[in-house]
């Protein structure tokens, strides 16, 4: 078999012609439209691609318009305001990096819109009047920290409900008692990372979990026990290994290896590069599926994963073909660049965590908005 | 059908209402090539919102909205307002909703929709029919658990549910979700404490794997059920699973070899215990799930650490620290 190649010309048009104009299959992505710029950008970021500064500034006036008065990013102009776009609106601002993209964030209300999902139990709804599961608190504690507003009282028994997600697989559910499943298990995991708590887990059920997801043949992930293999858990699922890393040397555990994340790196490239690749650019879930800005981002993620080993101090490189082939390496709890975190809270640890205003509780459907009465 | 598309293009129903086009700036980015329309159908619907139009009209358009992407959580919680601001019948938003799951049961929007509905009415008793309808056309729909699993909890239908988890586990015992539904419905019952019901769940996992030696689920199962109150304190399992071992092996039964070695070592340190241990590591590593190799090689070494010879003699560690005092002899 000849060597893999990336197809990075071919992606990088495939992106670039996405992050201006998509055609009328993407009205299903209506309501997810910062979901659209964070794909795309995180994609042109690991292919090392600059974002001309005249786009990056349209990108911040389109979140900008997308941001609710109430706080809180939604999925389009005047749509209501959801932890999922959110997530997206400020990562997709801090890769940006500049000024004008970290002021298009109204960090007030963003606390506010944080306090009116916050449920009595530790869990978030995802918005207003909406589903509760645990994607919203990887959602709300990626954005807390970022931007840093992040107070203990915010996420006050958030890490008992995570927990409560872990099952008898050793992965982690949406909802407690639900199937372990690749996204949710991420997300709790990640959440718990950024709250200091993720020792809390049964972390070695949750490795052999994780571990056990990764098919023999095809040498990609599953979702599930006894599903099949999506390019897109090339993320989900091997961004859980560095995590994993950290927590067990946080733990003290000294038999970790210092060159490899517990999974088949090469594998897992063999995987993304020989099967989730369309010719004509971008990135899908397995040979057959068409591509799709999600599954580029996401295979692109997983890719960058499978390639490096390390953190700021011990970097091991592991690249499946040509030099070329390689990848930025991506942060694994944000999954933006390090460098871009790491700017991102230089730049937000500057300025004073907001005074809350908690008078908006978690709204039923029925009061959406209004304030449940002033002290 | 024609009825609604009458209202959306009518230009005297709607006359009254100037649309509000999407406001996108200047320089868009990730602009959508919206069809007609889409467009027309949301710039109606930001005219309506931007009014707080409660009406009929709005409640129809909402439908359409809906089925141009029904995604759209600010169109599904505006509905949702209409439905009491004009005291709807809820049982016609049953059926649409129904439908609408029917047509499209992968999205989140119209399962929590369907959930406020229930509630709303206080009445599940149509839920679990629709739900095992939906997982006879995908078994394994995540949405169609979940909300099975809130029925069930909220409404406390737990009686037949564990018949259902059976019917579904002969008809693929490879579902995992399946297994998992298992879980649930026990713990919440009858509960694995008392020793009749494991011995029935083991005996059922072994059953099974005897059938299907290498249903990852059923060994995951086992596994599940066994840790927490000790792998090595059910009697004989060790030696039914070498006995297997000869006949329906697979990389999956090793791995429970090594997590009862585990179990064992951890109560009682004994030097063959390990090795049996370090050998079924080796021997997945390198032969038998070698797409695993670095984690058995991880546990590999992390075994020894723990109950090795050097652990317990003061001798430093690999890494060079010093192991803590107050170790066991070995025997």
């Known amino acids: 078999l000849p060597r893999p190649t990336l197809l990075r010309e071919q992606h990088y048009q495939y992106l670039k012609k996405g992050l201006r104009h998509l055609s009328d299959s993407y009205e299903c992505l209506d309501a997810s439209r910062p979901w659209l710029c964070y794909w795309i950008l995180h994609s042109l970021e690991l292919l090392e691609e600059p974002i001309p500064a005249a786009v990056a500034s349209d990108v911040c006036q389109f979140l900008a318009r997308c941001q609710s008065p109430t706080g809180g990013f939604a999925g389009g102009p005047g749509q209501h305001a959801h932890l999922a776009p959110t997530y997206a609106a400020v990562n997709a601002l801090c890769i940006i990096g500049t000024e004008e993209a970290y002021n298009v964030i109204d960090r007030e209300k963003l606390l506010d819109f944080l306090w009116s999902v916050k449920q009595p139990d530790g869990s978030f709804v995802m918005h207003v009047g909406g589903e509760v599961d645990v994607r919203s608190a990887y959602c709300a504690a990626s954005v807390a920290s970022l931007t840093n507003i992040l107070t203990p009282k915010l996420f006050e028994d958030t890490p008992s409900w995570i927990l409560r997600c872990q099952n008898w697989e050793g992965g982690l559910g949406g909802v407690p008692g639900l199937e372990a499943h690749g996204g949710y298990t991420f997300c709790g995991t990640a959440a718990l990372v950024i709250l200091g708590k993720e020792h809390m887990l049964d972390l070695k059920a949750l490795l052999r979990w994780v571990v056990s997801r990764q098919m023999r043949f095809e040498g990609g992930f599953q979702g599930r026990c006894n599903k099949l293999v999506d390019g897109c858990y090339s993320f989900w699922q091997a961004g859980l290994l560095p995590l994993l890393h950290r927590a067990f040397f946080k733990e003290g555990e000294s038999q970790l290896s210092r060159q490899r994340w517990m999974f088949e790196q090469q594998a897992l490239q063999e995987y993304i590069l020989l099967c989730c690749q369309n010719p004509a650019g971008g990135l899908l879930d397995k040979p057959g599926k068409s591509r799709d800005f999600y599954h580029t981002c996401y295979c692109l993620s997983g890719l960058s994963i499978a390639q490096h080993f390390g953190n700021v101090d011990l970097h091991h490189e592991l690249i499946l073909g040509k030099e070329e082939n390689r990848l930025a390496p991506t942060h694994p709890v944000y999954n933006i660049c390090p460098e871009k975190v790491a700017q991102a809270l230089q730049h937000f640890h500057q300025l004073p965590v907001p005074e809350a205003d908690q008078r908006h509780g978690a709204s039923t459907d029925m009061r959406a908005g209004v304030t449940a009465g002033i002290a | ?331």
């Open chain 2, 1 to 331: 059908k024609l009825f609604l598309i009458v209202i959306v293009d009518s230009l005297v129903h709607w006359a009254d209402l100037e649309p509000v086009p999407q406001d996108d700036g200047p320089n868009p980015v990730v602009k959508i090539a919206y069809s007609e329309k889409f467009s027309d159908v949301y710039d109606y619907f930001r005219a309506l919102l931007k009014k707080d139009e409660r009406s009929d009209r709005a409640f129809a358009l909402t439908a359409e909205a809906i089925e141009l992407n029904a995604a759209n959580y600010t169109v599904w919680h505006y509905r949702r307002v209409l439905l009491q601001a004009l005291q709807k019948d809820l049982r016609e938003e049953m059926r649409y909703i129904t439908d609408i799951i029917e047509e499209q049961p992968k999205n989140y929007q119209v399962w929590h929709h369907r959930r406020m509905v229930v509630e709303w009415l206080n009445d599940p008793s149509e839920e679990l029919e629709f739900i095992a309808d939906i997982l006879s056309q995908d078994a394994k729909n995540y949405h169609a658990w979940q909300h099975r699993q809130w029925v069930i909890q909220e409404y406390k239908l737990w009686d037949n549910e564990l018949e259902f988890v059976e019917k579904l586990l002969e008809e693929d015992v490879r579902n995992n979700s399946v297994w998992n539904q298992r879980h649930f419905v026990i713990s919440h019952t009858t509960g694995y404490s008392s020793p009749a019901i494991l011995d029935r769940e083991v005996q059922y996992c072994l059953n099974q794997i005897r059938k299907a030696p290498h249903n990852e689920s059923a060994w995951n199962y086992l596994k599940g059920i066994l840790q927490d109150r000790g792998m090595s304190s059910h009697p004989g399992l060790l030696e039914q699973v070498l006995e297997l071992k000869e006949t329906h092996c697979s990389p999956y039964l090793l791995a429970f070899l090594v997590d009862c070695y585990e179990d064992a070592l951890e109560n009682n340190n004994q030097k063959e215990t390990l090795n049996r241990a370090l050998e079924v590591c080796e021997y997945l590593a390198q032969e038998k799930d070698t797409i695993r190799k670095e984690y058995w090689l991880f546990l590999q070494r992390s075994l020894e650490s723990r109950f090795g010879p050097s652990a317990a003699s003061g001798e430093p560690l690999a890494d060079g620290t010093e192991p803590p005092a107050g170790q066991q002899e070995l025997s």
